[in-house]
Nanobody, 123 residues
Framework: QVQMVESGGSLVQAGGSLTLSCTAS????????MGWFRQAPGKEREGVAC????????HYADFTAARFTIARDNDKKTLYLVLRDLKPEDTAMYYC????????????????WGQGTQVTVSS
């Protein structure tokens, strides 16, 4: 009942930074904890970072190693992911989705995924 549109991905050199955005359409964006997920070719989708409904609580996957920051602006119905010190292994399609709880940051099974935004990191 909430449609997500991801943007901001691009080709970037290793060590560079990007800011990804996820804009929600529909109602009740601020009623949901949200998360960023990514999927590389041949790999399963994995959780990257999740954030509570009010944006005060966050969870990060270990591989982010303090390089990524998740944030949200409920007035704009937008979720952000700031990626810093990007590495080639960060190359993936990045998706956003609602999650039941910010600590439950595995890819939701019953989610209609959007088109995602491609992050490609070159060496």
């Amino acid at each position: 009942q909430v449609q997500m549109v991801e943007s901001g991905g691009s080709l970037v050199q290793a060590g560079g930074s990007l800011t990804l955005s996820c804009t929600a359409s529909g109602t009740s964006f601020d009623s949901y904890p949200m998360g960023w997920f990514r999927q590389a070719p041949g790999k399963e989708r994995e959780g990257v970072a999740c954030i509570g409904r009010l944006g005060r609580s966050t969870h990060y996957a270990d591989f982010t190693a303090a390089r990524f920051t998740i944030a949200r602006d409920n007035d704009k119905k937008t979720l952000y992911l700031v990626l810093r010190d990007l590495k080639p292994e960060d190359t993936a399609m990045y998706y956003c989705a609602a999650v039941p709880y910010y600590l439950d940051c595995s890819p939701p099974i019953h989610t209609a995924w959007g088109q995602g935004t491609q992050v490609t990191v070159s060496s």
